[in-house]
Nanobody, 124 residues
C-alpha cells in the first residue's frame, strides 16, 4: 500500500526557516513524479515545488529563490527546505505522488496519492 507521511511543519516568525520531509512507503520514489503542494483556508490547493519522473524541477514563482525541493532516493524521502518564510506562506503543506508522465507537474489533479499534510504558520 502506497503511503506518504509528512513532517516538519510548525510555527515560525517571518524570515525564519523550516524543512519539511515526506517519507514514502510501499513504492520507490525514484521512478515517480512527486511534489509539494499547499492549501490555505478558503484557497485552492496550489503547487509549490515538484519533481518530474525524470528529475526535472518546477517551482511556483512565489517561492523561487526561497524554497528548495530535494529527494533522497536511498531514504525514499522528499524534502522541502523553506527559507525566508513569509506570512503568505502560511498553509497546510502536502506531498503527493503521481505515476503519470506529463509536461506540467504543478497541477494537483494529476496526483493520485497524498499525505495527510503538515501545518506551516508564519507570523509577522
Amino acid at each position: 500500500q502506497v503511503q506518504l507521511v509528512e513532517s516538519g511543519g510548525g510555527s515560525v516568525q517571518a524570515g525564519g526557516f523550516l524543512r519539511l520531509s515526506c517519507v514514502a512507503f510501499g513504492y520507490s520514489i525514484s521512478n515517480y513524479g512527486m511534489g509539494w503542494f499547499r492549501q490555505a483556508p478558503g484557497e485552492e490547493r496550489e503547487g509549490v515545488a515538484t519533481f518530474s519522473s525524470n528529475g526535472a524541477i518546477q517551482y511556483a514563482d512565489s517561492v523561487k529563490g526561497r524554497f528548495t525541493i530535494s529527494r533522497d532516493n536511498a531514504k525514499n524521502t522528499l524534502y522541502l527546505q523553506m527559507n525566508v518564510l513569509k506570512p503568505e506562506d502560511t498553509a497546510m503543506y502536502y506531498c503527493a505522488t503521481t505515476p503519470l508522465r506529463v509536461l506540467d507537474y504543478m497541477r494537483p489533479e494529476i496526483y493520485n496519492t497524498w499525505g495527510q499534510g503538515t501545518q506551516v504558520t508564519v507570523s509577522s
